[in-house]
């Protein structure tokens, strides 16, 4: 063209260097958003790795501790701890076992890392032998009963001294009923991280290898929420606030960003996503083939969450993150 182009508005102003792109980046991540899982199992110097996601291991108490304080070194100073009883039963009774896996991390990590926020999975999924997330008669899986167990395991977690607990089981009621016996054993303190709106989503299946809690016959689509169903997340969410929750919860994060964005504009709240298993296993093996870049992928996928409203994130990849962030280097 002959004649220079006048623009008043030049967006690409703002894009010319890292150090303006900086300056004008709206949704910015910290390592202290991070929560790193872990899947705690029996035994001393375990270390397995789940062959779904590379890099992640089952864990032996004392190999626990070690990632815990290393993960701190890198800036991620909370964990989720997932376990993995040596034995199970129809009810799953080792989810309250105060020798549990879970609850001998809990008590080791306080100890080794004591700035570290303990987060505990409230669950019957990893502790039941037949691998629904609750007490199954015929067909269903009765609510009630289930409940009553839950309680009893975000209870023990609480003596173990975790300092929140993160029921994800999606019973009805089971945030008021673990607030209630929280606060009548002493627990005030404990915080409830509720999984809040947690979707029958096929992303779980790298974590059901990872926790040995894959149903045994039929699926969860009775409790876990349709992903077609929008507005009912609102109305869980809105429940478990009601009943006590502190965090809420939304899971898988990718595939529900609307989600996420609606339930943080909804309640304001403090608000988690978790980027789950499949999210992770779907990253590690496209650039194992080289079709994608990893920390780019990694860093975009996490930044995505959140700006779409998530105060925290659960993600395989904090450390990883973390080092990439502190390198200077977040897009």
Not at 49 to 72: H, N, R, W, Y
Not at 115 to 130: A, F, G, K, N, P
Request: with cysteine; glycine share 6%; net charge negative.
């Amino acid at each position: 063209m002959s004649d220079e182009l006048h623009l008043t508005r030049r967006l690409r102003r703002l894009r010319r260097t890292p150090a303006i792109r900086g300056l004008v980046r709206e949704a910015r991540l910290s390592a202290d958003q991070f929560i790193l899982p872990f899947f705690v199992c029996e035994g001393t110097q375990v270390r397995r790795e789940v062959s779904s996601m590379p890099g992640v291991f089952q864990l032996s108490v004392d190999e626990t501790v070690k990632e815990t304080i290393a993960a701190a070194v890198d800036g991620v100073r909370a964990v989720l701890l997932f376990g993995l009883p040596a034995e199970k039963d129809e009810r799953g009774d080792a989810a309250f076992d105060d020798n549990g896996p879970v609850q001998q991390a809990i008590r080791a990590i306080r100890t080794a890392a004591p700035d570290t926020v303990v987060i505990t999975d409230v669950c019957l999924c990893e502790y039941t032998s037949h691998g629904h997330c609750g007490i199954v008669s015929g067909d269903d899986i009765v609510n009630d009963a289930t409940v009553e167990q839950l309680v009893r395991a975000a209870v023990s977690h609480a003596e173990a001294g975790a300092h929140i607990v993160a029921p994800s089981d999606m019973m009805d009621g089971r945030v008021g009923a673990i607030r209630a016996a929280l606060d009548a054993q002493g627990f005030e303190q404990v915080a409830i991280m509720a999984y809040a709106a947690k979707y029958c989503s096929g992303f779980y299946g790298p974590f059901r290898e990872a926790a040995d809690s894959a149903p045994q016959f039929g699926d969860r689509r009775s409790h876990q929420m349709d992903p077609a169903n929008a507005d009912e997340a609102l109305r869980e969410v809105a429940l478990d606030i009601d009943e006590g929750a502190d965090i809420v919860m939304v899971k898988p994060a990718m595939p529900y960003l609307d989600i996420l964005w609606r339930v943080k504009e909804r309640f304001a709240y403090p608000t988690a996503a978790y980027q789950v298993s499949g999210e992770y296993a779907m990253i590690k093996a496209a650039a194992r083939n080289g079709w994608i870049d990893e920390k780019r992928a990694m860093m975009e996928s996490l930044t995505a969450i959140r700006r779409a409203g998530a105060d925290m994130i659960i993600t395989y990849f904090a450390r990883d993150a973390a080092r990439v962030l502190a390198a200077g280097r977040p897009g």
